[in-house]
Nanobody
Framework: QLRLVESGGGLVQPGGSLKLSCSAS????????IGWFRQAPGKEREGVSC???????FYKDSVKGRFTISRDNAKNTGYLQMNSLKPEDAAVYYC?????????????????????WGQGTQVTVSS
């Protein structure tokens, strides 16, 4: 069974940091594009960052310089390090994995039925 499980969300003050994890099971994550998406209440899901098997990355403009996507192949886990968090970053964050998309396509098409989706983790940014 292909599965992704996110963790690491929580409540953080503006300017703070969180590191989200996306643990994969049932398939080798390093063969897939990893995507991080978010959805705030009343808003559409949006692509935040994507990482290809070749190490190429894509970031939404508003998170460039603040967020870093990575993976640990030995742990079969992807990560999203989020620094300098802003209230507008608050959302449910999801990770997904796809074997046949480019990072540009995946991050700009957030509602596509990708191979595997996680259940989401809540990020709240508030003082």
């Amino acid at each position: 069974q292909l599965r992704l499980v996110e963790s690491g969300g929580g409540l953080v003050q503006p300017g703070g940091s969180l590191k989200l994890s996306c643990s994969a099971s049932g398939f080798p994550l390093d063969d897939f594009v990893i995507g991080w998406f978010r959805q705030a209440p009343g808003k559409e899901r949006e692509g935040v960052s994507c990482l290809g098997p070749d190490g190429n990355t894509f970031y939404k403009d508003s998170v460039k310089g603040r967020f870093t996507i990575s993976r640990d192949n030995a742990k079969n886990t992807g990560y999203l390090q989020m620094n300098s968090l802003k209230p507008e970053d608050a959302a449910v964050y999801y990770c997904a994995a796809e074997g046949r998309a480019t990072i540009q396509y995946m991050c700009t098409n957030p509602v596509t039925e990708y191979d595997v989706w996680g259940q989401g983790t809540q990020v709240t940014v508030s003082s």
